[in-house]
């Protein structure tokens, strides 16, 4: 009778056991599921390239022309500074990796003679802009900030700044 009731007992606690330890696989498991995944941005990266961009380069142009155009390009040849590269890319959350660039070429005189683009440049960048309340990246540093922080103080006018008779 002894021996029955402790084997009872062994047996409830082997049960309970492995109902733990079935339940711990089970939570560890789901726990690495999730319904709402990892959240993730686009990283766009270098220069904006667009379209209307391209269209105004003409050749001729001056490298001091090209550049208000342009912006100052991610890449020059470090041997040759006839050379600019500007490069785009933009690393989609949910997609693929999108890259654009347009090398333009100066001849001697400082002047666009040759421009080469890879890339779907005609093609609308997704660029996400974030509009939410406290979203500020990316946005003007003095602007983000509540208005009460960007007043500076003024300084009181205290007894050391009245004039002595």
């Not at 470090?78 to 997609?95: M, Q, T």
């Not at 070429?105 to 080469?116: H, K, P, S, V, Y």
């Not at 440049?121 to 003007?140: C, F, K, R």
């Amino acid at each position: 009778m002894i021996n029955q009731n402790h084997d009872s007992e062994e047996q409830a606690q082997m049960q309970k056991l492995t109902r733990i330890i079935a339940l711990s696989v089970t939570l560890a498991t789901v726990s690495g599921c999730s319904t709402f995944g990892v959240y993730k941005r686009d990283i766009p990266q270098g220069n904006l390239i667009t379209q209307n961009m391209v269209e105004q380069l003409r050749p001729g142009m001056t490298q001091q022309q090209v550049t208000r155009v342009m912006g100052r390009p991610l890449l020059e040849a470090p041997f040759d500074a006839r050379e600019w590269d500007y490069v785009f890319r933009l690393d989609k959350a949910y997609s693929d990796v999108e890259t654009r660039r347009v090398t333009l070429t100066f001849d001697t005189r400082g002047q666009l003679a040759n421009i080469e683009k890879e890339g779907d440049i005609a093609q609308d960048l997704p660029l996400d802009v974030n509009t939410t309340p406290g979203a500020s990246e990316g946005a003007d540093p003095l602007n983000a900030l509540p208005a009460e922080s960007t007043q500076v103080p003024t300084p009181d006018a205290g007894p050391a700044s009245t004039p002595l008779r």
